[in-house]
């Protein structure tokens, strides 16, 4: 599954490290069923166990897959009020879990869901690492681990951005065990704001495009550096929404207007294929000419596998383009059964061209083909990949270097809304 997530996503893992080594918990969000401890498991880099709802675990599609991970059911009253008593021994595996030096994974909102917002979360985390800390003989690392789609979690090569936060401080309530309410409720409470800050929280999702537009645009204007730092972004991004949130709540008359603007400004440069950055770079034409030259040769030799992968797994490509809507599955479920069926799909594909070369080539055409054929696949995903990138840069620079006019007019457009947007800080700030 760790191959399968970093597969379908552009994973990139920053901020704090986990400890390789003694007992850890690590608290994440939970907005993409089954693929979200894949992608806190990446971040971990080491061997996780994961509380699990019950009935996944009898589930006919996936059940096989909860078992084989070594993950700790986890008994809910709305599945099965009956059953919340084996609870106990549930809670008990874990702190021996973490005892013994292993690390876990909780998502402590208790449930997978598509609000743009962190759900209030569950006690069981705290009452965990309270629970655990009489074993241990004090406090343990507790990190919070924010998941974050850009582009869309249902998108097949979209960015996921996982950032594990600073530990959660808790030695002050470490001795207090679970039999003290009130360090259960600090505890969740601190908990809650750990992931807060390592998540964007928005009122509803129509806002991200424009948080992220004025996150982008700001930056590109009155950013000290123009760089990628993803936890600089995510900063960014949750003052951002917190800033819109507010100017909302005291029914700024500029605020929706602003946002109007921004998303104007964002289509406009997406059908030149720009982002706000672009406007402030011209390339020059010998970076062109290297550019062009170096992707010539790669093209060349990478061509006439791109176009053998994409004959290769046309067919399942397109059974399971043609499927997958008639499922009709939740957007918080939907990467993960895409996922799983197209490993699925893709495997007995495989399987089934070795079997047609075993019996008109012989066996050595078909285990060539059961090993030859995925690593076409990922070939050809790459080049893919590449390519896409090529055409952006190409746009980009056409753009920049012929349409002088085009640019100025977006840039002057674009200052224009770095200065409202600072303005409507501005307001914000004097009316605190």
């Not at 608290?27 to 069923?33: E, I, T």
């Amino acid at each position: 599954m760790l191959f399968a997530a970093r597969t379908y996503y552009q994973v990139a893992a920053v901020g704090e490290e986990v400890p390789r080594r003694g007992p850890v918990l690590l608290v994440a969000n939970h907005p993409n069923s089954l693929l979200d401890p894949a992608l806190v498991a990446l971040a971990a880099s080491r061997p996780m166990r994961f509380l699990a709802r019950a009935p996944l675990f009898q589930h006919r599609g996936i059940g096989w897959m909860v078992r084989g991970s070594g993950s700790i059911p986890v008994y809910r009253q709305a599945d099965d009020p009956e059953l919340m008593g084996r609870n106990r021994d549930t809670f008990q595996a874990v702190q021996e879990t973490l005892a013994a030096g292993a690390g876990v994974g909780i998502f402590p909102e208790g449930l997978s869901h598509s609000a743009p917002a962190l759900a209030p979360i569950k006690t069981g985390a705290a009452r965990i690492a309270l629970a655990t800390a009489q074993l241990t003989g004090g406090p343990f690392p507790v990190l919070p681990v924010g998941l974050t789609f850009r582009g869309g979690k249902e998108r097949f090569r979209s960015d996921a951005l996982i950032l594990v936060g600073k530990p959660i401080r808790w030695s002050d309530l470490a001795e207090a065990g679970t039999g003290d309410p009130e360090a259960v409720r600090e505890l969740t409470r601190r908990i809650q704001v750990g992931l807060s800050r390592v998540t964007v929280n928005l009122q509803r999702w129509e806002d991200f495009p424009v948080v992220e537009m004025a996150e982008a645009v700001h930056q590109a204007e009155y950013g000290a550096t123009r760089n990628a730092n993803p936890v600089r972004w995510l900063a960014r991004m949750r003052r951002t929404a917190h800033a819109l949130e507010r100017a909302r709540k005291e029914d700024d008359p500029g605020a929706e207007e602003l946002a109007e603007g921004l998303m104007e400004h964002q289509r406009v440069l997406e059908s030149v294929g720009l982002s706000p950055a672009d406007l402030h770079q011209v390339p020059r034409t010998s970076v062109a000419v290297r550019w062009t030259l170096r992707n010539l040769v790669f093209f060349g030799l990478a061509a006439p596998l791109a176009v053998l992968g994409w004959l290769a797994f046309l067919l399942p490509w397109t059974v399971l383009k043609h499927a997958e809507p008639r499922f009709r599955l939740p957007s918080d479920r939907r990467a993960t059964y895409r996922v799983l069926g197209g490993s699925v799909v893709f495997g007995v594909w495989v399987l089934l061209v070795a079997l047609g070369a075993r019996y008109g080539l012989g066996w050595r055409p078909a285990m060539a083909m059961l090993a030859i054929l995925p690593i076409l696949g990922f070939v050809t995903l790459a080049i893919r990949d590449r390519w896409r990138d090529a055409i952006s840069d190409l746009q980009r620079f056409l753009v920049l270097r012929g349409r002088a006019d085009i640019r100025a007019r977006l840039l002057a457009r674009q200052r224009e809304l770095a200065d409202e947007i600072r303005r409507l800080q501005g307001r914000l700030e004097e009316g605190r």
